[in-house]
């Protein structure tokens, strides 16, 4: 899901980038926070970054001992995040013998288990597949599959999310 939020962020600027011209001065502040912005990629409560909308405000600067400036600035950006319950279409990258493996947006790691796939079995092959033989629909890599979030965790140290999916509901399944 996409969501628009404000956030709060300091922004320092070294003493090289800072230009007593107001329009040179607010370039390296905005600069620094898409640099910022994409060194940080996601965060647990908000999910990931993908663009900022507007700068609301920047606050009034204050030096360090160090010579650099920091920047309160409060700007509105889209990020996206699942959530449990969410219906969501994913594009298989890896077919696994105990399910498939699947990006949505950003997020990367979408699994998908055998058991949460009802009338699918996996045909190994050079090309494995997972194959519904009531419907002759089949999942493999590349395709775009309709699913449901069953549940997501974070992982801190790659500051990401992984998520876990199901077919198990209606008008879930491979869209043609």
Do not use: Q
């Not at 607010?26 to 409560?45: E, H, M, P, V």
């Not at 590349?142 to 140290?157: M, Y």
């Amino acid at each position: 899901m996409f969501l628009k939020v404000e956030l709060p962020w300091n922004v320092v600027i070294p003493p090289a980038n800072l230009v007593a011209k107001g329009l040179m001065l607010k370039k390296s502040i905005s600069l620094r926070l898409l640099k910022g912005f994409a060194a940080n990629k996601a965060t647990k409560d908000h999910g990931y970054f993908l663009a900022i909308t507007t700068v609301e405000s920047i606050g009034e600067g204050k030096v360090r001992r160090s010579g650099d400036v920091v920047y309160p600035v409060v700007f509105s950006c889209i990020t996206f995040k699942l959530f449990r319950g969410e219906i969501i279409e994913g594009v298989v990258h890896h077919v696994l013998r105990n399910g498939v493996l699947m990006n949505c947006g950003p997020v990367e790691n979408i699994f998908l288990y055998k058991d949460l796939m009802p009338d699918y079995r996996y045909v190994p092959g050079e090309n494995p597949i997972f194959l519904n033989e009531k419907t002759g629909s089949k999942i493999v890599k590349d395709v775009l599959v309709r699913c449901v979030v069953l549940g997501t965790k974070w992982l801190e140290e790659e500051r990401e999310f992984r998520g876990l999916v199901s077919l198990e509901g209606d008008y879930l399944g491979p869209v043609s």
